[in-house]
């Protein structure tokens, strides 16, 4: 099946048109012009890899959503608590979390530089977007880069059935002397909630193992597995999915570290204070914390060496044998580039769904647009 035929349904609509678009829509929703550009640019990138569960079809529903219902503030205040050497926490005040995390990351760069690492903790922040921005900030420094966040609850403990641990990506980019590099971004759940939000959206059942319901059993009803999610009725299941046979404590202990380097260096919160929910069930902030680590290989064998082995080592493991009925072998980073191959002459894909939250929030904040898709 051609790329193109997965996104039958869709419009394709300029990256360009996508991101000013986007950068109205939060300006009409009260945001900086300054912040709303830098949220418009990471949801974009998502959209450029590939990765759909992260760009245009989470304006709404997480942050105009939000902003709306006065639970994430427009304006994004920064405080520096500390900034020593090689490390600093920062305060985003519950502001947007592609601002305080640009920064942050910059920071990190910054402090590689001058130190060989530079590491930096974020706390009361929100949603960031896409991680793998982060670590290509980095990258595109020469360096190497990390992140993770923490969420709300989402994943269930391995033999448990609760939602306690968000998705909580861990996040690895590292440069190499190809055309693309090594960007390894994933939760650290068998999938988040974003995908199940594009399931939902195309109509599609969840494939089994992806979430388990509190009879300790596998669910695939994906319109109330969004509800319940919420609710607590339902949760992800780690990397490795349910129990031990599929090894799911891996990811479950995974989650677990990404939770701690999300709280414990910036006297952040975690687990359950990331509900979104208050006893009374009224909705409030979401007080997440994330971590960026910028490593910079000048410091150590040099840039060069570090992009020649990370390339050798791709190029190895892409060259390994394929299994039999399997086209090839990929490494992390190079489906998105693919996609971004195609998606930089021909646009972002819209399916109907999303097309309908473009003409709402067209109307509802007096934007000058007009799509194909309207009638």
Known sequence: M????????????????????????????????????????????SDKRGID?????????IYIDRLEAGIMNPATTIDILKDEKAVAVLDGN????????????????????EYGIGMTAVRNSTHYGIAGYYALMAIKAGMIGMT???ARPSIAPTFGVENMLGTNPLTIGVPTDEEFSFVIDCATS???????????????????????????KTRTDTAQVLVDLTKGNAALTPVGGIGEEGAGYKGYGWATAVELLSAVLQDGSFLKA?????DEGNKIPYPLGHFFIAINPAMFMGEAVCRSVAGSICRALRNSAVAPGEERIYTAGEKEYLAWQYRKN????????????????KDRYKLHYHFDFEK
Not at 6 to 12: E, G
């Open 190 to 216: 068998v999938t988040q909630r974003g995908k199940i939000e594009a399931y939902n959206r195309a109509g599609k059942e969840l494939p089994p193992g992806w979430v388990i319901g509190r009879n300790g």
């Open 274 to 278: 990331l509900n979104g929910f208050d």
């Open 148 to 150: 993770g966040t923490n």
């Open 346 to 361: 021909h646009g972002c894909p819209v399916p109907p769904v999303l097309q309908k939250q473009m003409i709402e929030l």
């Open 94 to 113: 519950n502001g947007l979390g592609h601002v305080v995390s640009k920064k942050a990351m910059a920071m990190a760069i910054e402090k590689a530089g």
């Open 2 to 45: 051609a790329y193109q035929d997965a996104y039958k349904d869709c419009v394709w609509i300029p990256f360009e048109t996508l991101e000013n678009f986007m950068t109205d829509t939060l300006k009409g929703a009260g945001v900086p012009e300054d912040d709303a550009r830098i949220v418009a640019e990471v949801l974009i990138e």
């Open 53 to 61: 569960s992260h760009g245009i079809g989470r304006l709404k529903p």
